[in-house]
């Protein structure tokens, strides 16, 4: 995405139109309406790369030039008016005269011809990040979404004032190619944000998940004791074929945010490309426990994992390790056929494809080595997904996956075994919000009754609840008139001890279970006993014993305290995170001495640790550090060749660690 920032511009308002051909151009209008601005460039990302006579004595003041036509135009306007530097060329550098001249006005005007109206949408979103700035975002998105090959509006964040600190825009919801440009245009003194995203070439601007542009806007956390209305307005799209279309202007009020509260889970684990997780097929499936990826090999289909959802340790960059291994096994389909699998880095590079022959339907270890997948456009130096396909057009089958490591045991790319579900498994397709929910399936072979969702996987577990008043979570089924029962497990706590089951029935909005998504609200109290306090909750249970037959979905369960304000997690102040920053140098290691840089915040005893990666402890050292940089230094002569683990902890249990290689 090729991205253009602008000054500082003042505000002049518009004036009517006048239906007049063939006049001299005007730098910056480029599409003759009579005033330079962000809708502009819509036209001239339609024109760009188009060619034609140079303009005489050009230039890009606010005057009249005269030009002579040139052969095309879009709708009425010929293609000289985008050619606000009269080069013959219509390319970036004629966004300069739409800057030099912004809000500029004159009344020779040709009227495009504009189709039936679109309507705006706004999303919002709220934070306080630590250094105590309020984070508006607004999320704009079009009512009808599709896909355009321009569009251009108008951002008003007047209602903020001078308490705005800074405003800034974010494009991940278009998917830009390289050929897209933005356009910003910032009023500071008028408190808005124009902006214009276009194509350069003959394709359209495709819409991820709706959304066009995040506004995203900062303001001191005290600036404002009243929430805000924003406008977007002067709303423009123009389509490949010159389709114009106007957009519907939207006053929005800011709402006073929800506080962002405990999420106890939501389902944003890993994000799985024709598959699911499965844990019933895992490897380590131990009384239901564990999961593995089960991947759809139909017809052309590739299923992938993406990475990025678990704890890696650094590993993302795999180029140190030789091998890349796992286990996979087949369904009875797939019985000595044979699959493709490569890395896609996170630039979405694809690495070399690697035939693995002779599935089975048992469990078998795989292990690649690094440089067989590495090409010159993958190097691997940040992994993106894992992908798996059919080889040698063999038949539609499912392959299982579990336990992928880089080398050593240690160095999970991606692995399941810390968290796990009873009969049921994630779903994206009728998730409440996010990427997926947790869907009951029953085994009527096995009548089992009990769902569970583990919390094992997340990282802040257990949970100390005992300061909370409120579980909340979203709920449907896919039959009318069935409900459930809920409880919660403890960890070291025994079984039926926690086990207090509640009808959500009893707690859901309106009364009643339905086919669509509801609010359940349940009192922390109503699932207490006297030996579960609730202070390391480990698991969230669901019962249907008399009703096997259908499916329910759960979603969104968070915890709140005094109802609508946000929970504490435990019931003592935690120690503020020194936040050291460690350095190891060089690294890998090929001379005779590691040179350990940290920087501290505040001088503490601490002690130093050479570890290596069966957890035995080969060198210890105490030292002193200050406030500040600190540098010390390891001698590595007698240390054999291998993966280490550099660890420094300060006198109150803290630890920050980085890995290093040794080399010789």
Wanted: net charge negative; hydrophobic share 35%.
């Amino acid at each position: 995405m090729k991205a253009i920032k602008s000054l500082l511009l003042l505000f002049v308002s518009t004036i009517a139109q006048v239906n007049i051909h063939a006049q001299d151009v005007r730098p910056g209008d480029f599409n003759m309406d009579g005033t330079v601005n962000v809708a502009d460039a819509l036209y001239w990302g339609l024109a760009h790369g188009k060619t034609g006579p140079v303009r005489t004595n050009a230039t890009t003041d606010w005057t009249e030039q005269a030009a002579d036509d040139w052969t095309e135009s879009i709708q009425l306007v010929n293609n000289k008016y985008q050619d606000g530097n009269g080069n013959g060329i219509i390319d970036t550098l004629d966004l300069q005269a739409l800057y030099a001249n912004y809000d500029s006005i004159h009344i020779d005007t040709i009227k495009g011809m504009v189709s039936s109206d679109n309507d705006f949408w706004i999303d919002y979103f709220y934070k306080t990040n630590a250094a105590g700035i309020k984070v508006h975002r607004y999320s704009i998105r079009l009512k009808s979404p599709g896909e355009f090959h321009g569009i251009a509006f108008t951002f008003d964040y007047s209602g903020f004032g001078n308490a705005a600190m800074d405003v800034s825009i974010d494009t991940t919801g278009l998917w830009f190619g390289s050929d897209d440009v933005l356009v910003e245009v910032l009023q500071a003194t008028d408190y808005q944000l124009h902006v214009a995203a276009t194509s350069t070439n003959q394709n359209n601007i495709q819409i991820g998940v709706d959304d066009i542009v995040n506004i995203v806007v900062c303001e001191p956390i005290a600036a404002l004791t009243n929430f805000p209305e924003v406008n977007v307005i002067n709303g423009e799209m123009i389509q490949a074929d010159e389709t114009r279309q106007r957009i519907e202007s939207l006053e929005y009020t800011t709402p006073s945010p929800e506080p962002e509260c405990l999420v106890l889970w939501d389902g944003e684990r890993c994000e799985y490309e024709n598959g699911m997780i499965n844990h019933k097929e895992a490897r380590h499936n131990e009384g239901g426990k564990g999961i593995c990826f089960e991947g759809r090999l139909y017809g052309n289909d590739v299923a992938s994992i993406s990475i990025g959802c678990d704890n890696l340790y650094d590993v993302y960059d795999i180029c140190t390790p030789d091998s890349l291994w796992f286990y996979a096994k087949t369904d009875v389909d797939g019985i000595g056929q044979a699959i493709e699998f490569y890395i896609t880095d996170t630039l979405e590079n694809a690495g070399n494809a690697i035939t693995i022959n002779a599935l089975n339907t048992a469990y078998q270890r795989i292990a690649i080595p690094i440089n067989a997948l590495m090409n010159k456009d993958c190097p691997l130096e940040g992994i993106g997904k894992m992908s798996f396909r059919k080889a040698n057009n063999a038949n539609d089958f499912l392959i299982y996956v579990e336990d992928v490591h880089a080398q050593h045991e240690w160095a999970h790319i991606w692995t399941s075994d810390d968290c796990y579900y009873y009969d049921g498994t994630l779903n994206e397709e009728e998730a409440y919000s996010g990427r997926y929910c947790y869907e009951r399936i029953i085994d009527e072979e096995d009548n089992w009754y009990h769902t569970a969702i583990s919390l094992w996987c997340e990282e802040k577990t257990p949970y100390d609840l005992t300061r909370s008043d409120e579980i909340r979570f979203y709920a449907k089924a896919d039959k009318q008139g069935r409900t459930f029962n809920f409880n919660i497990s403890e960890r070291d706590i025994e079984w039926e001890d926690c086990r207090k089951e509640l009808n959500i029935n009893n707690y859901i909005e309106d009364g009643v279970l339905s086919t669509h998504y509801k609010l359940v609200r349940v009192p922390i109290d109503s699932l207490k006993t006297d030996e579960c306090t609730l202070e390391n909750i480990d698991g969230l249970h669901f019962y249907n014993r008399d009703d096997l037959d259908f499916k329910f979905y759960i979603d969104d369960i968070h915890v709140y305290s005094n109802i609508d304000s946000c929970m504490v997690v435990s019931t003592t102040t935690p120690p503020e995170t020194p936040n050291p920053i460690l350095t190891l140098y060089p690294n890998p290691v090929s001379t005779s001495i590691l040179n350990i840089d940290i920087h501290y915040p505040q001088s503490t005893p601490a002690e130093m640790f050479i570890i290596d990666l069966q957890g035995q402890i080969l060198y210890q050292s105490h030292t002193m550090l200050m406030a500040g940089n600190n540098k010390l230094s390891y001698a590595t002569d007698q240390l054999p060749v291998g993966m280490y683990v550099a660890q420094i902890r300060d006198h109150n249990g803290y630890i920050t660690a980085r890995k290093f290689v040794m080399m010789k």
